[in-house]
């Protein structure tokens, strides 16, 4: 596994060991990682721009996706990528309560970086507060978090269970200021970093988790 806290390691082994992958293309799964060692930027989409690129948080041999935005109006201004295949489905049925990832802002500007959820049965919902990189940062992980302290209802419903348990887009996005829906994030010229994206359980359940995986390996030695 590529770089990753120990902590979340077991984690995700564990949650690896409870509930295996399946072959759904469009189906939530929890410990799931878009680490784009494949050479491909894994169905998100968006921006001015989306590329595979080196140089990720793991060292030079280390890819990651790199998003780029205009600032100049029109398709491709506002920095933001989506993705409505495997983000999408049953957030509530398998367990994941946030997302983990590796974020790197090469821009002289802070970025204050939100999920978006859209199109979903119980409303749009975003983060009630911004992870905020500063400028030219170096790669840092982050957690979003899905749960009712963490996302604030901003077109369409209030049903944030609802919307959690039909994801139809998932979406990260510059949006500064106080939380707002799909047309509120201003035009910005920048460019991020993304890798290593993760599905995971709330973070009070990860040391619970990690524990029972160390323990369940040291039972199989």
Not at 30 to 57: C, K, V
Not at 201 to 210: I, R
């Amino acid at each position: 596994m590529k770089h990753r806290t120990l902590l979340v390691s077991f984690a995700v082994i564990a949650a690896l060991i409870c509930c295996p992958f399946t072959t759904a293309s469009a189906s939530i799964v929890l410990g799931q990682i878009d680490d784009f060692e494949n050479g491909t930027i894994m169905s998100w989409g968006g921006g001015a721009g989306l590329s595979n690129q080196l140089g990720g948080p793991g060292g030079a041999a280390d890819r990651y996706l790199r998003v780029t935005s205009t600032g100049s109006g029109g398709p491709g201004s506002r920095l933001a990528t989506y993705n409505d295949f495997q983000w999408t489905g049953d957030y509530l049925s398998a367990g994941v309560t946030g997302l983990q990832m590796d974020l790197k802002n090469f821009s002289n500007h802070e970025l204050h970086m939100r999920l978006f959820i859209l199109f979903s049965p119980g409303g749009e919902f975003t983060s009630t507060n911004a992870v905020v990189l500063a400028p030219n940062s170096d790669w840092q992980t982050v957690y979003f978090g899905l749960t009712s302290s963490d996302m604030m209802a901003v077109d369409g419903g209030f049903d944030l269970d609802l919307t959690l348990a039909s994801v139809q887009r998932m979406m990260i996005r510059h949006q500064p200021g106080e939380p707002g829906g799909i047309g509120s994030p201003p035009p910005i010229a920048a460019t991020l970093g993304m890798d290593n994206i993760t599905a995971v359980p709330e973070p009070a359940t990860l040391g619970l988790v990690a524990l029972g995986a160390l323990a369940l390996i040291r039972r199989r030695r």
